[in-house]
T-cell receptor, first 110, second 114 residues
Framework: DVKVTQSSRYLVKRTGEKVFLECVQD?????MFWYRQDPGLGLRLIYF???????EKGDIPEGYSVSREKKERFSLILESASTNQTSMYLC?????????FGNGTRLTVT | AQSVTQLDSQVPVFEEAPVELRCNYS??????LFWYVQYPNQGLQLLLK??????LVKGINGFEAEFNKSQTSFHLRKPSVHISDTAEYFC????????????FGQGTTLQVKP
């Protein structure tokens, strides 16, 4: 089975902090994604990557950046966290198959 | 632009009753359609997908969905639900065969009561 691992289940950060959310997949998938999940809004795509060192903006990239230095790892970076970035963040990967998701990181920014 | 609308935010149903979760999409091109389920405190898990072929798609846990191109719908059904089906369900659409870049609906919470 594909495993997508997000390093933290819960995070609490202060406004203005730099925040790193880490995601690792073990199936040699080319494609990796970061989604944000909010009640009533479903999942919205922040950034995605089809290859190492490659990234593309999704629908809501503002306030975020990403890094993909190795194929299995895709990091989401909040350069200066704000309270409106309090949310559930879901990482996913895919090859030729549909998306496989991690269990999510619930981030609270105070 | 593509979009997905899940017509019900919450669906309460009694155990062993049938259920239908509604999903409509808008797209000017061919699409690929998906249903995902999210159990409490977990990530999303694929229930079923429509890529091509038969419009009736069977998935895991006894769920099925029917692709209706004329009505631009992809409703999810189960003839008899269990308590364990209580979860949030997401409909999603992809414009290309790269099935990672999905557009999700708002989600429907299925509440199965004993």
């Amino acid at each position: 089975d594909v495993k997508v691992t997000q390093s933290s289940r819960y995070l609490v950060k202060r406004t203005g902090e730099k925040v790193f959310l880490e995601c690792v997949q073990d199936m040699d998938h080319e494609n990796m994604f970061w989604y944000r999940q909010d009640p009533g809004l479903g999942l919205r795509l922040i950034y995605f990557s089809y290859d190492v060192k490659m990234k593309e903006k999704g629908d809501i990239p503002e306030g975020y950046s990403v890094s993909r230095e190795k194929k299995e790892r895709f990091s989401l970076i909040l350069e200066s966290a704000s309270t409106n970035q309090t949310s559930m963040y879901l990482c996913a990967s895919s090859g030729t198959s549909p998306l496989h998701f991690g269990n999510g990181t619930r981030l609270t920014v105070t | 632009a593509q979009s997905v609308t899940q017509l019900d935010s919450q669906v309460p149903v009694f155990e062993e009753a049938p259920v239908e979760l509604r999903c409509n999409y808008s797209s000017s091109v061919s699409v690929y359609l998906f249903w995902y389920v999210q159990y409490p405190n977990q990530g999303l898990q694929l229930l079923l997908k429509y890529l091509s072929g038969s419009t009736l798609v069977k998935g895991i846990n006894g769920f099925e969905a029917e692709f209706n191109k004329s009505q631009t719908s992809f409703h999810l059904r189960k003839p008899s639900v269990h308590i364990s089906d209580t979860a949030e369900y997401f409909c999603a659409v992809s414009p290309t065969s790269n099935t990672g870049k999905l557009i999700f609906g708002q989600g429907t919470t299925l509440q199965v009561k004993p």
